[in-house]
């Protein structure tokens, strides 16, 4: 199991953008996909974007395409998401994960059946 370590989280203003970064201390991030879910309060676990190791695509849920980019620097072994125009909704505790595939259901939502998961991080968006 890879041990995950997510940073990048805070306060910022609807509108604004934050970068969360995703690491893996001891192990290689090059070698799975990787994916970042979100929770917020009340809510179950959301799939947002996904990175297919084998393919290099990147998946997103429909609310933030044209906001959100996954992307992956193979020499700082980090997997990032840049999120920009943030808005109130987007606040949740976000997580990394990361497993052989990206999972989809039948509808194309990002499954949550990843072995491997970060301990999150908070992202609040509020004025």
């Known amino acids: 199991q890879v041990q995950l370590v997510e940073s990048g989280g805070g306060l910022v203003q609807p509108g604004g953008s934050l970068r969360l970064s995703c690491t893996a201390p001891?192990?290689?991030?090059?070698?799975?996909?990787v994916a970042w879910f979100r929770q917020a309060p009340g809510k179950e676990r959301e799939g947002v974007s996904c990175?297919?190791?084998?393919?290099?695509?990147?998946y997103y849920v429909d609310s933030v395409k044209g906001r959100f980019t996954i992307s992956r620097d193979s020499a700082k072994n980090t997997v990032y998401l840049q999120m920009n125009s943030l808005q109130p909704e987007d606040t949740a505790v976000y997580y990394c994960?990361?497993?052989?595939?990206?999972?989809?259901?039948?509808?194309?939502?990002?499954?949550?059946?990843?072995?491997?998961w970060g301990q999150g991080t908070q992202v609040t968006v509020s004025s």
């Open positions: 990175l297919s190791r084998t393919s290099g695509n990147k």
């Open positions: 001891g192990f290689t991030l090059d070698s799975y996909s």
């Open positions: 994960a990361a497993d052989s595939l990206c999972y989809f259901s039948d509808l194309g939502s990002i499954l949550d059946d990843f072995h491997s």
